[in-house]
């Protein structure tokens, strides 16, 4: 491969666009190549600025007050007769007397609605959670695809896909079983910087196959899919962009 | 395409599809008004046009059948942030990047030079981008979107969306690792 088609393709291979084939060519010919090996490295730098540099605009509660009002107005009628202005300053002070006595309870409904209505997002989430504060990461720990996967066996009836992605930045911590909606699942734990990723998976017992959904709630996002004969749940508070390509990279 | 602007619209969805856009698109309100955001490069007006643009979806949402609901709000968002721009023109900022002219960037220096870029100087740098290349960076880096939804969302060829990309990365390490102040279009 010469130089030139290297750096065609750099960009495909950073972002994890090539195939198998493509991606083989390329990292063969930057082993042999300081100039493209520092271009990568240059690349990588620059990726990892851009995510780590916190540059994410999530929508201000302003904004999704305003949508929610708009798209799922109270039952109570009150969004849909707004208040005249006058009375808005009154209302205001309200709120926040009623928000400073209840935050736990608001943090709680003020959700995005995807999340909440959906209980199987909201037990994924709540696994996670749990593994989290009750420090029940993990049964077996250790960074081995090949030492997580065994473990499974005789525990359950079916065997869970581990995938070693430490390369691509999200190394394998462990794995555990745990409860997801009342059935018995397999959770992988995988880490990002100082962040756990879990990704529960079970059987789908036909579910169709079904593209990524994705959802947030509390700060924790989710994206789901089924493919295979398996139901996937990822679930982590890692950005956006490092869910998807997670993701992403769990499908490949 | 989005068809013509529809009356009061919200009114017009059903109780069944007003809960299944709750579902499908509002969990994506962040990715909206982050585009937004980074096209429109003020707090204000990415606000008023991503409600906008939330408005716009929910009375197109019962053209909506199947397909990624993101990549859908977004491309919604896209257009309603050109829009904008184009009846707000703030000149300068749009115009193509010409490689011939501004030639490859020195091979060496520049991953330090990168590594010193704070956070400030990052946010300069894409905002000083041409919106093209700030949009297929800020979808790429930060919304984590495939090549494939970066060229549904920005309706281009799905082939050039990887040298949409090594362009614009290459235009932001030149800005990086350029003079501290790269002069700025009038």
């Known amino acids: 491969m010469s130089c030139e088609k290297a750096e065609s393709l750099l960009h495909g291979y950073l972002d994890g666009e090539l195939d198998a084939v493509g991606a083989t060519e390329f990292e063969r010919h930057v082993q042999g190549c300081p100039d493209c090996t520092r271009e990568l490295d240059a690349q990588r730098s620059l990726r990892s600025h851009l995510r780590e540099a916190d540059l994410y605009a999530p929508a201000p509660p302003s904004l999704r007050r305003m949508i929610h009002e708009r798209v799922a107005p109270l039952p109570s009628g009150g969004a849909a007769s707004a208040p005249r202005p006058g009375r808005w300053r009154w209302l205001a002070a309200a709120a926040v007397v009623t928000l400073l006595a209840t935050v736990p309870w608001l943090a709680l409904r003020e959700t995005r609605p995807g999340a909440a209505e959906d209980p199987l997002a909201a037990a994924a989430l709540d696994a996670h959670l749990r593994s989290l504060q009750v420090g029940h990461l993990t049964d077996v720990v250790s960074t081995d695809a090949h030492t997580v996967k065994p473990w499974f066996d005789g525990k359950l009836s079916y065997s869970p896909p581990v995938v070693d992605l430490a390369a691509e930045g999200f190394p394998l911590i462990g794995g555990r079983l745990d409860v997801v909606d009342g059935r018995t699942v397999v959770a992988l734990v995988y880490g990002r910087r100082k962040h756990v990723l879990s990704v529960f998976v079970w059987p789908s017992d036909g579910t169709p196959e079904a593209a990524p959904r994705a959802g947030a709630r509390l700060g924790y996002g989710w994206i789901e899919w089924t493919h295979a004969g398996m139901r996937y749940w990822v679930v982590s508070d890692v950005a956006p962009a490092e869910r998807e390509e997670f993701s992403r990279l769990l499908r490949r | ?186």
């Not at chain 2, 990415?46 to 397909?67: C, I, T, Y």
């Open chain 2, 1 to 186: 395409m989005e068809p013509a602007e529809a009356q009061e619209g919200p009114s017009l969805l059903s109780d069944a599809e007003r809960q299944r856009f709750e579902q499908l698109v509002l969990p994506h309100l962040d990715s909206a008004h982050n585009l937004a955001r980074w096209l429109l490069r003020t707090e204000a007006d990415a606000q008023d046009v991503a409600q906008e643009a939330l408005l716009r979806a929910l009375r197109f949402f019962p053209g909506f059948h199947g397909g990624d609901p993101r990549a859908w709000l977004l491309t919604i968002v896209r257009n309603a942030s050109y829009t904008w721009l184009e009846s707000h023109r703030r000149g300068g900022n749009t115009e193509e990047f010409d490689e011939e002219r501004h030639g490859e960037p020195g091979a060496s220096p520049e991953a330090q030079a990168i590594a010193r870029a704070d956070r400030e100087r990052l946010r300069d740098a894409l905002e000083r981008l041409p919106t093209r290349f700030r949009e297929v960076l800020i979808l790429r880096e930060l919304e984590g979107c495939s090549y494939k939804e970066i060229a549904e969302i920005t309706a281009v060829p799905l082939g050039t969306v990887m040298s949409s990309l090594a362009r614009a990365r290459r235009r932001l390490q030149r800005i990086l690792i350029g003079p501290a102040r790269e002069e700025t279009p009038p």
